[in-house]
């Protein structure tokens, strides 16, 4: 039973150009939330998705940034025309529900835009 | 707004100390807590969740305790290994009452731990 799964590892962009980001939650998990860690700071929350339905995404830009969680496939976090600032870890979680359940993360998209 | 600190934001000791990491919370309104591992350059790793209503879990040589109307968690590290060092991360999520989806987690900063052999 593999755990979270994010791809890929690391992505290198430049500016102006498109990330995806990937994440497959555990078997079994149908709850998705998606995690900035920029440098030097703690984990912000973006957003948070079931299957095809986004809960909350009130941690995410207004702009340039959107994600989906479709009925088949993986949980796609998108950044249009990326910046500078954009560089960051980011990190995948899921649960099988919310409240006391656990969550289990990825191992992260280290994603560098130069 | 959930406030997350931790305290000390780094530690160094020798090996086979016992030692308490520290985490406080501005809301004491959470549903949960839990405390994660995270090693450089990878993601976390769950270490132990406490439910509001409880006051400790325990699991090997950690042991987590939370004093909810306090707004605290310690977490205890007992016969320290170099293998216990990595950031250590405090997330508590909110009570729904507080108008916040029960799967946001608001991280601490972290507790950077090096344990010298």
């Known amino acids: 039973n593999a755990g979270v799964m994010q791809n890929p590892r690391h992505l290198v962009r430049r500016r102006g150009q498109e990330a995806r980001l990937r994440c497959s939650p555990m078997?079994?998990?149908?709850?998705v939330y998606w995690y900035r860690q920029l440098p030097e700071e703690g984990l912000k929350f973006m957003v948070y998705?079931?299957?095809?339905?986004?809960?909350?995404e009130s941690g995410m830009p207004k702009e340039r940034f959107s994600a989906e969680f479709p009925k088949e496939g993986p949980s796609i976090l998108r950044i249009q025309q990326v910046v500078r600032g954009d560089s960051a870890a980011y990190f995948c979680a899921s649960s099988p529900g919310t409240g006391s359940f656990g969550y289990t993360f990825g191992s992260g998209t280290r994603l560098t835009v130069v | 707004k959930q406030e997350v600190t931790q305290i000390p934001a780094a530690l160094s000791v020798p090996e086979g100390e016992n030692l308490v990491l520290n985490c406080s919370f501005t809301d004491s309104a959470i549903y949960n807590l839990q405390w994660f591992r995270q090693d450089p350059g990878k993601g976390l790793t769950s270490l132990l969740l406490i439910q509001s209503s409880q006051r400790e879990q325990t699991s090997g040589r950690l042991n987590a305790s939370l004093d909810k109307s306090s707004g605290r968690s310690t977490l205890y590290i007992a016969a320290s290994q170099p293998g216990d060092s990595a950031t250590y991360l405090c997330?508590?999520?909110?009570?729904?009452?507080?108008?916040?989806?029960?799967?946001?987690?608001?991280f601490g900063r972290g507790t950077q731990l090096t344990v010298w052999p």
């Open positions: 998705l079931q299957k095809e339905n986004i809960i909350d």
């Open positions: 078997k079994g998990h149908s709850h």
């Open positions: 997330a508590v999520s909110l009570s729904a009452d507080r108008g916040s989806t029960l799967g946001r987690l608001y």
